[in-house]
T-cell receptor
Framework: DAKTTQPPSMDCAEGRAANLPCNHSTISGNEYVYWYRQIHSQGPQYIIHGLKNNETNEMASLIITEDRKSSTLILPHATLRDTAVYYCIVRGTQGGSEKLVFGKGMKLTVNP | EPEVTQTPSHQVTQMGQEVILRCVPISNHLYFYWYRQILGQKVEFLVSFYNNEISEKSEIFDDQFSVERPDGSNFTLKIRSTKLEDSAMYFC????????????FGPGTRLTVT
């Protein structure tokens, strides 16, 4: 089962920042937080990942709390094309599984 | 930008028939995966493949399933005798590394078993 919890859905106005929360209270020291999204029935799309420091790339920013028990994905200026299901996934790196375990994710709807 | 490609985009087959789903991973990637998503359900891991061997598989990946990398570019998933419950979107993914780093997914093949 997925090790993360996300709200089932969220709305955001176009042009505004979308802050997507994720709880991962049982995360262990060698586990990373990954974010993917799935637009309609397309293949999941990698967004960003991090261990404990905040990360930023051209798509989004990832803020991880100091205790690492939760994180927030930030889409700085949401567009209609950002409407998708967003998945927060915790994944280890040492001797662990290679697979991604997807939960139900969170449906983000960006409204005009 | 390199991307994972999959063919066909939609495959319709009759129950009991064999199907082969094809994928071309990103060229410098070494690890390959298949996932599936039954309509309205979660994305589920099927199998991972590295160095011409299965490195991990799920309970779903039973004897009816097999994977192969027949040449330097293609990665295939074969279902020997399809069942109605095999109807799903099948996604191929690839990555440079195994336990670390991002997996890049293809657009999927919609398999419909009638």
């Amino acid at each position: 089962d997925a090790k993360t919890t996300q709200p089932p859905s969220m709305d955001c106005a176009e042009g505004r920042a979308a802050n997507l929360p994720c709880n991962h209270s049982t995360i262990s020291g060698n586990e990373y937080v990954y974010w993917y999204r799935q637009i309609h029935s397309q293949g999941p799309q990698y967004i960003i990942h991090g261990l404990k420091n905040n990360e930023t790339n051209e798509m989004a920013s990832l803020i991880i709390t100091e205790d690492r028990k939760s994180s927030t994905l930030i889409l700085p200026h949401a567009t209609l094309r950002d409407t998708a299901v967003y998945y927060c996934i915790v994944r280890g790196t040492q001797g662990g599984s290679e697979k991604l375990v997807f939960g139900k994710g969170m449906k983000l709807t960006v409204n005009p | 930008e390199p991307e994972v490609t999959q063919t066909p985009s939609h495959q319709v087959t009759q129950m009991g028939q064999e199907v082969i789903l094809r994928c071309v991973p990103i060229s410098n990637h070494l690890y390959f995966y298949w996932y599936r998503q039954i309509l309205g359900q979660k994305v589920e891991f099927l199998v991972s493949f590295y160095n011409n061997e299965i490195s991990e598989k799920s309970e779903i990946f039973d004897d009816q399933f097999s994977v192969e990398r027949p040449d330097g570019s293609n990665f295939t998933l074969k279902i020997r005798s399809t069942k109605l419950e095999d109807s799903a979107m099948y996604f191929c993914a690839s990555s440079v590394y195994a336990g670390f780093g991002e997996q890049y997914f293809g657009p999927g093949t919609r398999l419909t078993v009638t």
